[in-house]
T-cell receptor
């Protein structure tokens, strides 16, 4: 069975500092990986996705994630965070043969402090 | 705006009651998914419909049921409500059932059972 583990429930960081949100997955077949962001009182928005090809994927707002098959990880990074990045971040996995549903991790709250 | 519409935004009801949550998917999307988000359980997949047919089932209680109508909107029915059913319920949609298609989420319905 698939599972996703987000290793940190909360990550406090100062503005303009780099950040890494960690995600590990478990699956015995080919996977597709996603990061979603949830701002307060809103739904989840897709941040970026890994489907195939280059293991480094980027979002339009400066986040990037690297798929590491040997370590079964898909960590999310940003070199310099802004106050507006404060939100909850969810890692999710799907796999070949799946119907399309996503399995989510428990989420990581990123708190950017001035 | 994801294009997924959920109503109502908030629902307050008493234990033992029954409620219906409604979801309209993005235009062109045939798959609808329901998720429950709570503090202790995180984001849990409940059920998926594709073009009117149930496609996948997750941790959905027997007191809960769902359906997708010919116009593709979906309803989640929760009955014999308990305090523990208080949560944020999300609907998401995707084009089909491909495992590499991202899901698009609505803003959720916050259910409070008193």
């Amino acid at each position: 069975a698939q599972s996703v583990t987000q290793l940190d429930s909360q990550v406090p960081v100062f503005e303009e500092a780099p950040v890494e949100l960690r995600c590990n997955y478990s699956s015995s077949v080919s996977v597709y990986l996603f990061w979603y962001v949830q701002y307060p009182n809103q739904g989840l928005q897709l941040l970026l996705k890994y489907l195939s090809g280059s293991t480094l994927v980027e979002s339009i707002n400066g986040f990037e994630a690297e798929f590491n098959k040997s370590q079964t990880s898909f960590h999310l990074r940003k070199p310099s965070v802004h106050i507006s990045d404060t939100a909850e971040y969810f890692c999710a996995v799907s796999h070949s043969g799946n119907t399309g549903k996503l399995i989510f991790g428990q989420g990581t709250t990123l708190q950017v402090k001035p | 705006d994801s294009g997924v519409t959920q109503t109502p935004k908030h629902l307050i009801t008493a234990t033992g009651q029954r409620v219906t949550l409604r979801c309209s998917p993005r235009s062109g999307d045939l798959s609808v998914y329901w998720y429950q988000q709570s503090l202790d359980q995180g984001l849990q997949f409940l059920i998926q419909y594709y073009n009117g047919e149930e496609r996948a089932k997750g941790n959905i209680l027997e007191r809960f049921s769902a359906q997708q109508f010919p116009d593709l909107h979906s309803e989640l029915n929760l009955s014999s409500l308990e305090l523990g059913d208080s949560a944020l319920y999300f609907c998401a949609s995707s084009v089909g059932t491909e495992p590499n298609s991202p899901l698009h989420f609505g803003n959720g319905t916050r259910l409070t059972v008193t």
